[in-house]
């Protein structure tokens, strides 16, 4: 049951009508509380570090425990490398155990984004490695604390966002086995109230015959979710809200409990926020009970 490759989960979640949560776990903290979630809400699951965590947790240091909690769990488990931007992190990851990468052309030009996105592809494919790609670019505002920030003027513009006929082309060109889309999403925290571009999303799934991928899914609404998986999202990439929200909680613990305040005590609540944010996205994506 476990290690299931990221394109059958995501082929069942297509058919099926649901997203696949994808949590970025840059520790065993939240390695654990994810784990614990989805096997309590039986639910289907990856697991991802993104290149852009490498400073905070070396990759060569978090795979070995991504590989054990996959190949342990008693759920369906992938794990990803997220928003690979190097040739040479897409190579280490499928090395070290990933049964699937991501890889972000999306800052080059069309072409060069193509070229690259095949190359990984055609390696993976050695490796039996699931490929993510992305055409267009989901921002990352600065006002929304996202890392690697883009200026904020970007946020509202639309020419950022996926080309349904060239998502079609680039599909097929490359070979991914699924596609992260931009129709109106952000990294980070969303200042202004979410306006995303349902039409066009359809029409992208119209055009393309893989299952879709949302990043930036952080403080979207459920109608939000519920009519982007209604129109092609299989995976939901989540981090930002269960970074912030364990923080506030300990806070509010650590003012509570002043003395002698054990690291043991904090990691374990830790865990249980994070499981617990983990349950509520899932049955907001409609995963629990699909494992
Ligand atoms: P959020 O910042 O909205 O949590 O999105 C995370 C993400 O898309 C990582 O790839």
């Known amino acids: 049951m476990p ?26 903290d939240m390695i654990r509380g994810i ?32 590989v054990a909690a996959m190949n342990n769990a008693k759920v369906p488990v992938s794990i990803l490398l997220d928003h690979g931007k190097s040739f040479s992190a897409t190579m280490k990851a499928m090395k070290l155990g990933f049964n699937a990468v991501m890889f972000d052309g999306s800052e080059y030009n069309y072409e060069d984004n193509v070229q690259r996105t095949a190359e990984v592809v055609k390696i993976a494919r050695e490796f039996d490695v ?43 060109r ?6 992260a889309v931009a129709f109106g999403t952000v990294h980070g925290v969303y200042l202004k109230k979410p306006n995303l571009d349902i039409h066009r999303l359809g029409q992208i799934r119209d055009n393309v015959a893989v299952p879709l991928v949302m990043h930036g899914g952080s403080g979207l609404s459920e109608v939000d979710f519920s009519d982007s998986i209604h129109q092609g999202i299989a995976k939901i990439n989540y981090y930002t809200n269960m970074a912030l929200k364990v923080s506030d909680k300990l806070r509010e613990q650590l003012i509570e409990k002043q003395e002698h305040v054990f690291y043991h005590d904090i990691m374990m609540s830790t865990i249980h926020e994070f499981s617990e944010d983990a349950r509520q996205v899932m049955r907001m994506f409609g995963s629990h009970q699909k494992a």
Not at 12 to 22: I, K, L, S
Not at 140 to 167: F, M
């Open 174 to 179: 490359t070979g991914v086995d699924a596609l």
């Open 35 to 66: 784990i614990q979630a989805a096997e309590e809400e039986n639910s289907p699951v990856i697991l991802c570090h993104a290149e852009i965590h490498f400073k905070y947790t070396p990759l060569e240091q978090i795979a070995p425990i991504m």
């Open 130 to 172: 699931s490929v993510e790609g992305e055409l267009g670019y989901v921002t990352r505002p600065v006002s929304g604390g996202a890392e690697g920030a883009d200026d904020d003027s970007i946020i509202d513009d639309t020419s950022y966002y996926t080309d349904p006929e060239q998502a079609g082309e680039f599909v097929e």
């Open 3 to 28: 290690n299931v490759p990221m394109k059958e989960m995501l082929q069942d979640a297509a058919a099926r009508g649901y997203a696949v949560p994808c949590f970025n776990a840059i520790n065993l």
